[in-house]
């Protein structure tokens, strides 16, 4: 049987075919799971349906801006009359206005701290109140995150003080959702380049460090991604909650 076979699961933040939330959705498919995904605005609606139609003409898509309660609450009741159920949730989400990651930590609006912390935090917390009372089987929680939590990485800025309320987050919400067998894990991905990379500055070069000095001497694969996040979605993983497992070639050991 397919690791996921019977599955129910909504994935959030799919942008285009480079987004690492496709790239994980295309192997949660794989295992056996059906999916429904949302998209942020119209802007990009026409992309993701062309993608997730791939997936069978009946695949719910929902529009949902996460900094929105109201988008959030329809998403979840609209899934809830669909499947009934949900096991999986994937949390691919996050944002920084592009002068807050070019310039220097220390000039970081009020406005950007805000922002950034709402759609790449909060969220993860508004999704799982939203998604809970739907795992009444227990469920796997998966949020992606970048080691610019714990080190400095020129450029990341907010978006790092960001990551670390993610990944604290992770572990207040898998203390909180233990009981009701619901995990909740972080991965945290190596460079890979996609839109919202690109919006970091000098994310070229971050990619070339990589493949530098990680203990693996390459950067990470999409498809890498996946199938972590297959490994945590499954029963494999049913002892592991709260962590942050990074899928980087080894980067995050190294200290020089
Ligand atoms: P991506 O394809 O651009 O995905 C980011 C997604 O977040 C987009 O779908 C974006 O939609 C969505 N989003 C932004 N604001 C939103 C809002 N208010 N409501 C709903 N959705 C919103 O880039 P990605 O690299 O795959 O990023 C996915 C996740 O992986 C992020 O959490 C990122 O921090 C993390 N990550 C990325 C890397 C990397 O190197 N790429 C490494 C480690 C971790 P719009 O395009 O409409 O804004």
Avoid at 24 to 40: K, V
Avoid at 49 to 60: A, K
Avoid at 115 to 142: F, K, N, Q
Wanted: aromatic share 8%; hydrophobic share 45%.
């Amino acid at each position: 049987m397919s690791q996921l076979e019977g599955k129910l699961g909504i994935v959030f933040g799919v942008a285009n075919k480079r987004s690492i939330a496709w790239a994980i959705a295309q192997a949660w498919h794989r295992a056996g799971a059906r999916l429904a995904f949302t998209y942020q605005g119209e802007r990009l609606k026409e992309n993701v349906e062309e993608l997730v139609g791939t997936f069978g003409p009946d695949t719910l898509l929902l529009p949902c801006d996460v900094t929105k309660d109201e988008d959030i609450d329809r998403v979840f009741a609209e899934v809830g009359a669909k499947f009934g159920q949900l096991h999986l949730l994937l949390h691919s989400v996050a944002f920084a206005p592009k002068a807050a990651l070019e310039g220097e930590f220390i000039n970081t609006s009020r406005e950007a701290f805000r922002i950034s912390h709402d759609v790449s935090a909060y969220s993860l917390i508004a999704l799982a109140r939203g998604a809970a009372p739907l795992m009444t089987a227990g469920g796997s929680i998966v949020a992606m995150t970048y080691y610019g939590s714990e080190k400095v990485v020129p450029h990341y800025n907010v978006m790092g003080v960001a990551k670390a309320s993610l990944e604290s987050s992770t572990r207040y919400l898998a203390y909180d959702l233990g009981t009701k067998k619901i995990r909740v894990n972080c991965i945290s991905a190596g460079p890979v380049n996609t839109l919202a990379a690109r919006g970091i500055a000098g994310f070229t070069e971050m990619l070339n460090h990589y493949e530098a000095h990680s203990p693996l001497r390459r950067n990470v694969l999409p498809e890498e991604l996946g199938a972590t996040g297959t490994f945590l979605a499954s029963d494999g993983a049913a002892a592991i909650t709260g962590q942050v497992l990074y899928v980087d070639c080894g980067y995050q050991i190294m200290g020089m």
